[in-house]
């Protein structure tokens, strides 16, 4: 082994080993309110596991080989590195931040570690063109079928709590909490019921102004927070694996509130809020009528269900959707939740309105389709022309009002 190359091998594990202090600090260490390490026990293995092959693998590889590990781990190591530097913003810097943004040179180290790598190893010789084709085809299918959907579980695993505005709901309301059955201490606004109804609105940021427009016609609305999100306890989870009992807890709370009626619950949900919104009003019964807007992909459970795309483009994504599906698994502890497509006939006799935008994200607008034709009655859908991803009330803010007010008028009425 050659001192040039044990020297590459000695900067490669220094920065690696940045990256797994701060996935210990993260992990085990510094955690979000109402969290213990035991949860954390798939993350903290298999990522120690990949960083400690790496550093004991890469002075064997080839150059190819070494010049892609130091790529892709440096890919990784900034995408957490830029999440800790958006968590730094909002508040400034504190607690695991520190160690976070030390990801940054980090990642800048093995991105240039890896192409350097690469550039000294050249050659000149044989089938040049050729060889640089396929290691471009291999690189792109490594950012594709690794980076990418890697990068995104960690994105929807680490994301960081934005600000609440106290101001931006715009009318008189309660701040209140409740707690979830695995013991998470969960934030909601509440404003009370003038007609003896409540709906949920999820999440609490970007929902103020759905829940202004049902309190005008006099329904009370709770907006939560989902877990690990803005003031609420727990981890995150962007794709929301694990976070229908927040819901249940939510009904709970207005089970409690006296202004309010037996059966006269419902739900509001945008994005994967709505996808939660169905999975929950499968199971609760409180949970009287659901509107569900921009419900798309959670896991590879549902990647097959998309109406209309070609085999070949099916083929393509499994693959990418399977790797999300596994990461997002190792690094948030949990399994998958069911698959809405088998889980939402399940609300009936209950009601479900489906909604999803004309310019929406491509997922939503391939997947409520489906979702409408595997409800039972009573259901409805809309396709809200000129929306964009959960853009209704602002694309067509008449007709949504008539039409989301007007379905819980007839499905939380008085008995």
């Not at 992990?27 to 979000?32: C, G, H, N, P, T």
């Not at 030390?102 to 093995?110: E, I, M, S, V, Y």
């Not at 715009?170 to 695995?182: C, K, M």
């Not at 989902?226 to 727990?234: H, I, L, P, T, W």
């Amino acid at each position: 082994m050659n001192l040039r190359k044990i020297s590459a091998a000695g900067v490669f594990a220094a920065a690696t080993g940045t990256v797994a202090l701060h996935i210990l600090v993260d992990q085990a260490v510094l955690l979000e309110p109402g969290v213990s390490p035991v949860d954390h026990l798939s993350a903290i293995a298999v990522s120690l596991a990949v960083a400690g092959l790496g550093i004991v693998l890469y002075p064997r590889l080839g150059a190819g080989p070494r010049s892609s590990l130091a790529l892709v781990f440096g890919a990784l190591a900034l995408t957490g590195g830029w999440l800790a530097l958006s968590d730094a913003r909002v508040g400034g810097p504190a607690g695991d931040d520190w160690t976070g943004l030390l990801q940054l040179p980090a990642g800048l180290t093995l991105v240039g570690l890896g192409g350097w790598t690469l550039w000294r190893s050249r050659r000149r010789e044989g089938h040049r063109y050729l060889r640089r084709g396929l290691y471009a085809l291999a690189a792109l299918a490594a950012l594709y079928y690794l980076v990418m959907p890697v990068g995104m579980s960690l994105v929807a695993t680490q994301r960081p709590r934005a600000e609440l505005d106290p101001g931006q709901l715009g009318i008189a309301h309660e701040e209140v909490t409740f707690t979830t059955a695995d013991g998470l201490e969960l934030s909601a606004w509440y404003v009370p019921s003038q007609n003896g109804a409540a709906v949920i609105t999820f999440p609490r940021i970007g929902t103020s102004e759905h829940a202004r427009m049902l309190a005008k016609h006099g329904y009370g609305v709770l907006l939560v927070d989902m877990r690990g999100y803005e003031e609420s306890q727990g981890d995150p989870n962007m794709f929301g694996w694990g976070s229908a009992g927040d819901l249940d807890a939510a009904v709970a709370y207005l089970q409690q509130r006296p202004e309010l009626e037996d059966g006269r619950i419902g739900g509001l949900g945008l994005s994967v809020c709505g996808e939660l919104m169905l999975e929950a009003a499968a199971d609760n019964q409180g949970l009287a009528a659901v509107v569900s807007e921009g419900a798309g992909l959670r896991s590879v459970r549902e990647s097959l269900v998309r109406e209309g795309p070609h085999p070949v483009e099916l083929a393509l994504q499994w693959p990418q959707d399977a790797i999300l599906t596994a990461a997002t698994a190792v690094l948030s502890g949990d399994a998958p939740p069911p698959a809405l497509d088998e889980h939402i006939a399940d609300i009936s006799p209950r009601a479900v309105f489906l909604l999803y935008g004309e310019k929406g994200q491509g997922m939503e607008k391939v997947l409520n389709p489906p979702y409408f034709e595997a409800a039972a009655e009573p259901k409805e859908i809309w396709e809200i022309p000129g929306a964009t991803h959960t853009g209704g009330l602002k694309a067509e803010p008449r007709e949504y009002e008539e039409r989301v007010v007007g379905f819980f008028n007839r499905t939380l009425a008085p008995e």
